[in-house]
Each structure stands twice: as structure tokens, then as C-alpha cells.
């Protein structure tokens, strides 16, 4: 399973498995257990996990790719095997940690932040996650959580002490709270935690430097997980031009013209198509940079890391825009409910609207770009 050949023809491989299942997911609103199985046989939970857990162990920029691909397949299952998709903890956590999870586990995880309290040695986590993708299909929740010192935030030099902990999909509630029109198949429910015992080997702050010294993860752990949505997203947004493209070659407009002929959607397509290139393009090479730097044994610098937020802005913003356009071009065909491109477009701009693609984490990259400091906890 460390082939990274092997990887690389991860998309295709599953591509009948998961337009096999698509239809049942969206309708029950989560991966049907038979395609997850297949998922989980081929390695796609392992993308980044180490070789020795049994992993590809792929730098960043390849996992994107591959992200991105499968997004072009179907956007809800990309999701789920992007946030499900935690094999670096092995990484990050102490062996000890590691050794209670195990390597074959898959890790929902959620960034909202919960409360955490000392408890001597160890910790108690209190809090609801809203939003957890793939979360029934999760052997463990990855959950961001603030240290509180009494009734305030235990603050660093850098802000309020926040830490992931691991714990066990069992030992935590889920309620069904998913009832969506986008993203349906993504099972993105919520998560509740009362007063839970955590283990100390269970939680390390989001800066924790890596047990494991190898360039995949010398990349900052925030950088492992933000950069998935954008890359997913924007392979949603090339299967509505690859929709587009089909249903040009068969639909004949209001004058009798058949699509494919009419210059106006010439030119939505040569548009988006454009579009979304450079969108990629962008993000595939600021996730290089970080590659680079890992590789080299140097620290990502805060320039590096903004111009990274800014890419996954600027996916999110690129791909409403195609998405908009595609719908568009796709007269009446989208309105219906049979209508795979109606689907992408209501998946697409789901995604979109996902807190690590906020248009807001622009100042972030603008204030790097300047040479100031990045005024966030995480960048």
C-alpha cells in the first residue's frame, strides 16, 4: 500500500464503486457501508499516513491531486475521504496515543472549538462540533478544543491555548442534525461531549512538532488538513464543465441551434475551463512550496502559509463562480431533480461555504504578503 504509483490510480480504480453508490449516499445521506468498505480496502483513508502504519505517506501537493480527482467523481464522498483521512496522526501524537487509536482507524475530525480542563494528569472535554463530516463512518473524532483555566481561556504568546483531542466515536453523542440539500452523502452531523475523560497522550496543541521527522510532516499539521476542502471543491467545479461539455453535445437551444454550436456557451466553457485551471494551479503550487521547505528541513515561513490561506480562498470564490456560470449554461437541465449537473451545482456551493474558505482569511494572506504578523492563532 505505499506504492505511490499505486496511489496515483486511486481515482480511477474507484471511480465505478463510487458512481455505483453515489445515488444511496445522496439519499441516505451518508457512505453506504459497502462503498466504504472498498474505500477503505484500497488505502484512501491512508493517503498521509506513515509507510509503517501501512500508509502512502504522499506529500501534500499529491494529496491534493488526488482530492481534487475524486472531487471531480462525486463531491460528498471526496469530503468524507479528505476529513476521514487523519493517518498523520501517527505523526503528531506520542506513541503511546498512537498506540490506543491504532493504524487502522478513520478520524473524523472538526475545528470548532470546545472547552478542555486539566483533570490532574489528564483532561475533560465538554463541548458540541457542528458540521463533522463522515462522522458515522469514523472509528475516532479528531476534535479542536480551548484549555480554560476557570471560566477564561488559558492564553499562549500566540492566543488561546487550543489543542486537538482524539477520543472514541463511542464515547461521544451524534445527533442527526444533517438535513441539507447539498452535500447530502458527507453525513456531516454533530458531535456532543459531556465532561469526558481524555487521556494526557490524547491532546497536543495544533503547533506540536512532529514524533515522526520525515518531510510529509515537518508541513504544519493546520496545512495537512485545511488545504482538502479547496482542493475537493474545485474538482466539483471541473465536473460541472465536464457536465456542461456532455450535455452540450446533446441539448438544442430555444432556436434549434444545438449548444455545442452556440458561441455564448463556447465561451462559458473556454471561461471556467480557464478559471479553474488557474484556481488549481495556485493552490497545487503554494502546497509545493510548503513540500519544498519540509523536504529541505526548513520551517514554512508566515508569507508561504498566508499565500496557502489565500489559494483556498480564492478555490472557494473560483469555484461559485464556474458553478454559477455552469448552472447557467445548463438551462432548464439543472432544475430537475434527476439532473447530475443540478447536483453538482448543489454540492459545490455547499462545499463552498466552509470556514477554511472563508473570503475573510484573505487578510490573513495580505498581511503576510506585507511582512506583518499574521494576527491569527492559526495561518
Not at 449516499?25 to 457512505?31: G, H, V, Y
Not at 483533570?119 to 465538554?126: E, F, I, P
Not at 460541472?240 to 455564448?264: C, F, H, I, N, S
Request: charged content about 25%; hydrophobic content about 45%.
Amino acid at each position: 500500500m505505499s506504492d505511490r504509483t499505486d496511489a496515483a490510480t486511486l481515482p480511477e480504480a474507484l471511480r465505478p464503486a463510487i458512481e455505483k453508490y453515489r445515488d444511496e449516499a445522496d439519499e441516505t445521506r451518508r457512505i453506504p457501508a459497502q462503498l466504504l468498505d472498498q474505500l477503505r480496502a484500497a488505502g484512501a483513508f491512508r493517503l498521509n499516513a506513515p509507510r509503517e502504519s501501512g500508509g502512502f505517506e504522499l506529500p501534500l501537493a499529491s494529496v491534493l491531486e488526488l482530492y481534487e480527482r475524486l472531487g471531480r467523481i462525486d463531491g460528498p464522498v471526496a469530503w468524507v475521504i479528505w476529513n476521514l483521512n487523519w493517518g498523520f496522526s501517527a505523526a503528531f501524537l506520542p506513541e503511546s496515543g498512537f498506540a490506543r487509536i491504532g493504524p487502522d482507524a478513520l478520524i473524523a475530525n472538526s475545528g470548532q472549538p470546545g472547552r478542555l480542563v486539566h483533570d490532574g494528569a489528564d483532561y475533560r472535554l465538554s463541548g458540541a462540533w457542528r458540521i463533522v463530516s463522515g462522522v458515522e463512518s469514523a472509528d475516532w473524532v479528531a476534535l479542536a478544543a480551548i484549555v480554560f483555566d476557570g471560566d477564561r481561556p488559558k492564553l499562549t504568546d500566540a492566543g488561546p491555548d487550543v489543542r486537538i483531542v482524539w477520543v472514541p466515536r463511542s464515547a461521544v453523542t451524534v445527533r442527526d442534525t444533517w438535513d441539507v440539500v447539498g452535500m447530502r452523502g458527507t453525513n456531516s452531523d454533530t458531535v456532543v461531549a459531556e465532561d469526558l475523560a481524555v487521556p494526557a497522550d490524547l491532546v497536543v496543541p495544533f503547533a506540536v512538532p512532529p514524533r515522526i521527522d520525515r518531510p510529509a510532516y515537518r508541513v504544519p499539521l493546520v496545512h495537512l488538513v485545511f488545504p482538502g476542502c479547496a482542493a475537493v471543491v474545485l474538482g466539483v467545479a471541473r465536473a460541472a464543465v465536464d457536465e456542461v461539455t456532455a450535455l452540450a453535445g446533446r441539448k438544442v437551444g430555444m432556436d434549434g441551434v444545438p449548444l455545442a454550436e452556440q458561441p455564448r456557451l463556447q465561451a462559458a466553457l473556454g471561461r471556467a475551463t480557464a478559471e479553474v485551471g488557474a484556481a488549481r494551479a495556485l493552490l497545487f503550487e503554494c502546497a509545493r512550496g510548503l513540500d519544498r521547505a519540509a523536504e529541505a528541513g526548513a520551517p514554512a515561513t508566515d508569507a508561504q502559509r498566508g499565500e496557502l490561506r489565500g489559494a483556498i480562498s480564492y478555490a472557494a470564490e473560483t469555484a461559485r463562480s464556474v458553478l454559477t456560470a455552469m448552472y447557467e449554461a445548463g438551462s432548464s437541465d439543472p432544475l430537475y431533480a434527476s439532473s447530475r449537473l443540478g447536483r453538482i451545482f448543489r454540492d459545490g456551493m455547499a462545499a463552498a461555504q466552509h470556514a477554511n474558505m472563508s473570503a475573510a482569511h484573505y487578510e490573513l494572506a495580505g498581511r503576510t504578503r506585507l511582512g506583518l504578523p499574521p494576527n491569527a492563532l492559526i495561518v
